[in-house]
């Protein structure tokens, strides 16, 4: 009697509203987290694949032959150093060559330590500084500086590029906070912001190339050195970053075990995560500074630790760091000595990410793959139908402002002094041959993309797909790079005829990707994700070449409407009314997926052949929209958005309502190209993706705030 009452005595006490008893919850809370810990996915499905030992001696005997290979006839050349070519030699290897291979080794080491950390604190194993964009925002602020403001890099190169990896960086975590910063939301913000910056580069390039004649090789990555001056201070810099680290790691690694566990045990989450990721984008700004962008170390060195059953957040960040450095030294080294008297000059970060493409497929594909959830509880894409009466005011506002776009935009102009006038009557023979067509096909274009925008958010229920995201672009962009380092300058129908099929290949590769497991939306993105990252870093080796035909493949890139002409804007026009009216056929389709794959099989629809033919139609319209405005403009991304902010709910009001805001948008970005910087006319492309920056912040924030 006595025990059992101790017993309730004990019971009344623990579950006493006055008294606060952490002992128990806390050792619940550690057996979880232990349980977890013994049970980890990574550990347990990837432990001892790989001997961390033998990967690294193996990386090591290569650095070492190729390094052999390399250095052999210097090192001779250098030891006589008799006559004054051999003293030249001398100079070389003690000045450029050991600087080099130092610099790789720093390089390697720095980004391999940053992607280790942000996977760490975002629970993410596939975030990385190439991933989350802190290169592209690095590269665009120090091509800012250099034009706007030369002054601020006399001040200190590493500011500049640590602001920009910081506001890129904050940026795609503000877009994918929303989705708990889940493995797929992480990759399509960080490439919708690469893509973003990458366009903004592209503006400055075309316009300030003299000043950014530089920037292709450098935004390549090149490890190129001249003395040993950079790679002391970028040494010193990373040393500075390992004091930081230090105090982080024991926080750090109690997170292994959960963000419960953690905060069970006094950690701060929420001040670590902010101190840790501050951390890792400044070494990886450091980085970037100093050698340009260099790709996918920061994933690829992160993911053999976890392969080598580096369970641990130390183990993890020793063996990341030695991957990474021996990783970048056998790229570098290679590059130089296979690629000849030129080898020297091939950007080593360029080879990395052609390199690392596949590997990013390979870790997207081992991905397990979640149902799309029913999103009308945040009213991203909800399924119930309003009343046609209260779109009524939707309707006649979009018909408007279509209606007004089209007939009014092409009317305004610039005279020859500078001044804003509206196009009298007299002069419509003579202008509007030249300013229709181009009115035309951007409206139809815009059309098309905003089509393939609003199937895509629609069916992979993620509010940041868009054409330019499942690869169909970067195929295109692929066709025009081969046509223009085969043959030079090309016509436009050559160009034209080169992007839509290497668009058609694209599609090829990614329905092949997508379709080789289970049916799902992830795949097609993640594909495309992959090809994306692969063509980017392709382009950037053909840039750096010095080629004349760069010039003209950013050109192209950055998508001038001026030189279509009335038969393909009237083209585009049909084709974007054409596949309306077929993507009206596939409403029930829309209106179904976005419920799940068990919902829609169950009430009758072929989910593969669904899910196929939308994502065929898809790319069709974006081969087809592509030569007209270039691949990069964001239409397809923001158009959806702005329809569904406008109370847009249906899938057939859906499509309706997005082809008319993509052709607005599209028809308002080419009058600014036109006017905004007299005499000169913008890409019409780029500068659409640059209007939809402060739409998307604009949006990003009313997200947040519902």
Same mark, same amino acid.
């Given at each position: 009697?006595?025990?059992?009452?101790?017993?309730?005595?004990?019971?009344?006490?623990?579950?006493?509203?006055?008294?606060?008893?952490?002992?128990?919850?806390?050792?619940?809370?550690?057996?979880?987290?232990?349980?977890?810990?013994?049970?980890?996915?990574?550990?347990?499905?990837?432990?001892?694949?790989?001997?961390?030992?033998?990967?690294?001696?193996?990386?090591?005997?290569?650095?070492?032959?190729?390094?052999?290979?390399?250095?052999?006839?210097?090192?001779?050349?250098?030891?006589?150093?008799?006559?004054?070519?051999?003293?030249?030699?001398?100079?070389?290897?003690?000045?450029?060559?050991?600087?080099?291979?130092?610099?790789?080794?720093?390089?390697?080491?720095?980004?391999?330590?940053?992607?280790?950390?942000?996977?760490?604190?975002?629970?993410?194993?596939?975030?990385?500084?190439?991933?989350?964009?802190?290169?592209?925002?690095?590269?665009?602020?120090?091509?800012?500086?250099?034009?706007?403001?030369?002054?601020?890099?006399?001040?200190?190169?590493?500011?500049?590029?640590?602001?920009?990896?910081?506001?890129?960086?904050?940026?795609?975590?503000?877009?994918?906070?929303?989705?708990?910063?889940?493995?797929?939301?992480?990759?399509?913000?960080?490439?919708?912001?690469?893509?973003?910056?990458?366009?903004?580069?592209?503006?400055?390039?075309?316009?300030?190339?003299?000043?950014?004649?530089?920037?292709?090789?450098?935004?390549?990555?090149?490890?190129?050195?001249?003395?040993?001056?950079?790679?002391?201070?970028?040494?010193?810099?990373?040393?500075?970053?390992?004091?930081?680290?230090?105090?982080?790691?024991?926080?750090?690694?109690?997170?292994?075990?959960?963000?419960?566990?953690?905060?069970?045990?006094?950690?701060?989450?929420?001040?670590?995560?902010?101190?840790?990721?501050?951390?890792?984008?400044?070494?990886?700004?450091?980085?970037?500074?100093?050698?340009?962008?260099?790709?996918?170390?920061?994933?690829?060195?992160?993911?053999?630790?976890?392969?080598?059953?580096?369970?641990?957040?130390?183990?993890?960040?020793?063996?990341?760091?030695?991957?990474?450095?021996?990783?970048?030294?056998?790229?570098?080294?290679?590059?130089?000595?296979?690629?000849?008297?030129?080898?020297?000059?091939?950007?080593?970060?360029?080879?990395?990410?052609?390199?690392?493409?596949?590997?990013?497929?390979?870790?997207?594909?081992?991905?397990?793959?979640?149902?799309?959830?029913?999103?009308?509880?945040?009213?991203?894409?909800?399924?119930?139908?309003?009343?046609?009466?209260?779109?009524?005011?939707?309707?006649?506002?979009?018909?408007?402002?279509?209606?007004?776009?089209?007939?009014?935009?092409?009317?305004?102009?610039?005279?020859?002094?500078?001044?804003?006038?509206?196009?009298?009557?007299?002069?419509?023979?003579?202008?509007?041959?030249?300013?229709?067509?181009?009115?035309?096909?951007?409206?139809?274009?815009?059309?098309?993309?905003?089509?393939?925008?609003?199937?895509?958010?629609?069916?992979?229920?993620?509010?940041?797909?868009?054409?330019?995201?499942?690869?169909?672009?970067?195929?295109?962009?692929?066709?025009?790079?081969?046509?223009?380092?085969?043959?030079?300058?090309?016509?436009?129908?050559?160009?034209?005829?080169?992007?839509?099929?290497?668009?058609?290949?694209?599609?090829?590769?990614?329905?092949?990707?997508?379709?080789?497991?289970?049916?799902?939306?992830?795949?097609?993105?993640?594909?495309?994700?992959?090809?994306?990252?692969?063509?980017?870093?392709?382009?950037?080796?053909?840039?750096?070449?010095?080629?004349?035909?760069?010039?003209?493949?950013?050109?192209?890139?950055?998508?001038?409407?001026?030189?279509?002409?009335?038969?393909?804007?009237?083209?585009?026009?049909?084709?974007?009314?054409?596949?309306?009216?077929?993507?009206?056929?596939?409403?029930?389709?829309?209106?179904?997926?976005?419920?799940?794959?068990?919902?829609?099989?169950?009430?009758?629809?072929?989910?593969?052949?669904?899910?196929?033919?939308?994502?065929? @139609?898809?790319? !069709?319209?974006? +081969?087809? &929209?592509?030569? %007209?405005?270039?691949? *990069? #403009?964001?239409?397809? =991304? $923001?158009?959806?958005?702005?329809?569904? @902010?406008?109370? !847009?709910?249906? +899938?057939? &009001?859906?499509? %309706?309502?997005?082809? *008319? #805001?993509?052709?607005? =948008? $599209?028809?308002?970005?080419?009058?600014?190209?036109?006017?905004?910087?007299?005499?000169?006319?913008?890409?019409?492309?780029?500068?659409?993706?640059?209007?939809?920056?402060?739409?998307?912040?604009?949006?990003?924030?009313?997200?947040?705030?519902?």
């Amino acid at each position: 009697m006595d025990r059992t009452a101790l017993r309730q005595g004990r019971a009344r006490r623990t579950h006493s509203p006055g008294v606060h008893v952490r002992r128990p919850a806390l050792r619940t809370t550690l057996r979880q987290a232990a349980a977890r810990l013994s049970g980890n996915k990574m550990g347990q499905s990837l432990k001892r694949t790989l001997d961390p030992g033998l990967l690294s001696g193996a990386l090591s005997a290569a650095a070492v032959i190729f390094g052999a290979i390399l250095l052999r006839e210097p090192l001779q050349t250098s030891l006589a150093a008799d006559s004054v070519e051999e003293q030249f030699e001398r100079l070389i290897l003690l000045h450029a060559t050991l600087p080099r291979i130092t610099m790789a080794i720093l390089c390697g080491a720095g980004l391999a330590l940053s992607g280790t950390i942000l996977q760490q604190v975002l629970r993410n194993p596939l975030v990385a500084p190439d991933t989350v964009a802190v290169n592209a925002g690095a590269r665009l602020a120090l091509a800012l500086a250099a034009v706007l403001a030369p002054g601020l890099l006399g001040f200190g190169r590493d500011l500049v590029a640590i602001a920009g990896a910081a506001v890129s960086t904050l940026l795609v975590l503000a877009i994918a906070g929303s989705r708990r910063y889940s493995p797929l939301s992480m990759i399509l913000a960080g490439l919708v912001v690469s893509l973003y910056c990458g366009a903004a580069s592209t503006v400055l390039v075309l316009l300030k190339d003299r000043y950014l004649v530089g920037l292709f090789i450098w935004g390549s990555g090149s490890l190129s050195q001249q003395s040993w001056e950079p790679a002391i201070q970028l040494a010193l810099r990373l040393l500075a970053c390992g004091l930081p680290l230090a105090m982080l790691m024991r926080p750090l690694s109690v997170m292994d075990a959960g963000e419960e566990a953690a905060r069970a045990v006094g950690v701060p989450v929420e001040r670590v995560r902010i101190f840790a990721v501050g951390l890792a984008v400044l070494m990886a700004a450091f980085v970037t500074s100093a050698v340009g962008v260099i790709g996918f170390i920061g994933l690829a060195a992160p993911a053999l630790a976890t392969l080598c059953g580096a369970e641990r957040f130390v183990a993890r960040c020793f063996w990341s760091t030695i991957f990474g450095a021996l990783l970048l030294v056998v790229t570098d080294l290679a590059v130089q000595v296979t690629g000849g008297d030129g080898g020297a000059f091939i950007p080593t970060g360029a080879v990395t990410a052609v390199i690392g493409s596949p590997l990013l497929l390979v870790f997207l594909s081992r991905l397990r793959s979640r149902e799309p959830q029913l999103l009308a509880v945040d009213a991203s894409m909800p399924v119930r139908t309003p009343h046609p009466a209260r779109n009524a005011p939707v309707w006649a506002f979009l018909a408007a402002g279509a209606l007004l776009c089209l007939c009014f935009l092409p009317l305004i102009g610039r005279a020859p002094d500078g001044s804003w006038f509206i196009l009298p009557a007299n002069m419509f023979g003579e202008i509007m041959p030249w300013r229709l067509p181009r009115t035309l096909g951007a409206a139809g274009a815009g059309g098309l993309l905003a089509i393939g925008g609003y199937i895509l958010q629609r069916v992979t229920q993620n509010p940041m797909a868009s054409p330019e995201i499942i690869g169909v672009s970067a195929g295109a962009i692929m066709g025009a790079a081969i046509v223009l380092a085969l043959g030079g300058a090309a016509s436009e129908i050559s160009l034209g005829l080169a992007a839509a099929a290497g668009s058609f290949a694209a599609l090829v590769f990614v329905l092949n990707i997508a379709f080789r497991g289970p049916a799902a939306p992830e795949r097609m993105l993640l594909a495309g994700v992959a090809l994306t990252a692969l063509v980017d870093a392709a382009v950037g080796v053909f840039s750096a070449s010095g080629s004349p035909s760069a010039v003209l493949l950013l050109a192209w890139m950055a998508g001038s409407a001026g030189g279509v002409d009335m038969t393909m804007a009237a083209s585009a026009c049909a084709a974007a009314l054409i596949f309306l009216c077929v993507a009206l056929l596939g409403s029930r389709w829309l209106a179904v997926l976005p419920l799940g794959t068990p919902v829609a099989a169950g009430v009758g629809v072929r989910v593969p052949l669904a899910l196929s033919s939308l994502f065929a @139609l898809v790319a !069709v319209m974006t +081969a087809i &929209a592509t030569p %007209v405005i270039g691949p *990069l #403009t964001f239409v397809g =991304l $923001m158009a959806p958005h702005m329809v569904r @902010l406008l109370g !847009v709910r249906s +899938a057939p &009001a859906g499509l %309706v309502a997005s082809a *008319l #805001t993509g052709a607005a =948008l $599209m028809t308002i970005a080419d009058s600014l190209a036109r006017t905004i910087a007299f005499p000169l006319q913008l890409p019409t492309g780029v500068l659409a993706s640059l209007i939809s920056g402060p739409v998307l912040l604009l949006l990003i924030a009313k997200g947040r705030k519902q």
